[in-house]
Structures are given as structure tokens and as C-alpha cells.
């Protein structure tokens, strides 16, 4: 029903490099949602990196990107960002935007992927040493 389409992606960048990943929705209403980033390493479970309320009011994130990445929001553009600052080559993992249809009911950011509703294709990224 929704459709998040992740950019900024699919390219090696050095140790302590930035890159900026954007994700595009294709719903009127994505001001209502929560949005996040999880990511997925080879041979790892998709884990919570970031997320940000609907108003983009809040923010939350993993332990392992605190000070270095940074979430935000522009609901006049349907996007989120997540900028990342300092890259690691254990940050290399495959990048998946996500969307919180019941944020209002729920109340709190959720950090488990099953408490996400809809799912872009993933973007690559890929940080040498």
C-alpha cells in the first residue's frame, strides 16, 4: 500500500567518510507515520539503527551510530534522511527504511522490526578500511 523507495546507496566509501541516505514515500499520509532505519549485515538479523517520530519532534537511536548519525524528516517532501558521519567499516550492511502506520495509537518509537508496517527494497552500503 505504501511504497518506500531508499537512495544514496550502492557506492564504497573510506573509513570516516559521510554519506546521506534518503527514502522517498508514495503516501499522502506519511505525515502521520513514524519512520525508522534498520540495517542488515552478512549473516545478521536486521537490527534498529534510527527512528524518528512523525512530527520529527524526536529522535532515537543504537548505541553503536549515537554521535554519528543523525535522523531527520521533511513531511513536505514525503522523505526521511538518515546522514552518517564517521563511517566504519562494521557499519557495512545493507540499509532498509521503514514506516510506522500506528504510531498515533502506539505512542513510542518502536525499535523491533515487526512493529513496522511497510518496507523499502534496501540500499547497500559498503565502508572500506
Known amino acids: 500500500q505504501v511504497q518506500l523507495v531508499e537512495s544514496g546507496g550502492g557506492g564504497l566509501v573510506q573509513a570516516g567518510d559521510s554519506l546521506r541516505l534518503s527514502c522517498v514515500a508514495s503516501?499522502?499520509?506519511?505525515?502521520?507515520?513514524?519512520m525508522a532505519w534498520f540495517r542488515q549485515g552478512p549473516g545478521k538479523e536486521r537490527r534498529f539503527v534510527a527512528g524518528?517520530?512523525?512530527?520529527?519532534?524526536?529522535?532515537n537511536y543504537a548505541d553503536s551510530v549515537k554521535g554519528r548519525f543523525t535522523i531527520s524528516r521533511d513531511n513536505t517532501k514525503n522523505t526521511v534522511y538518515l546522514q552518517m558521519n564517521s563511517l566504519k567499516p562494521e557499519d557495512t550492511a545493507v540499509y532498509y527504511c521503514?514506516?510506522?502506520?500506528?504510531?498515533?495509537?502506539?505512542?513510542?518509537?518502536?525499535?523491533?522490526?515487526?512493529?513496522?508496517?511497510?518496507w523499502g527494497q534496501g540500499t547497500q552500503v559498503t565502508v572500506s578500511s
Open positions: 521503514a514506516a510506522d502506520r500506528s504510531y498515533y495509537s502506539r505512542g513510542y518509537l518502536a525499535t523491533a522490526s515487526a512493529l513496522y508496517d511497510y
Open positions: 503516501e499522502r499520509t506519511f505525515g502521520a507515520y513514524a
Open positions: 524518528i517520530t512523525s512530527s520529527g519532534a524526536r529522535t
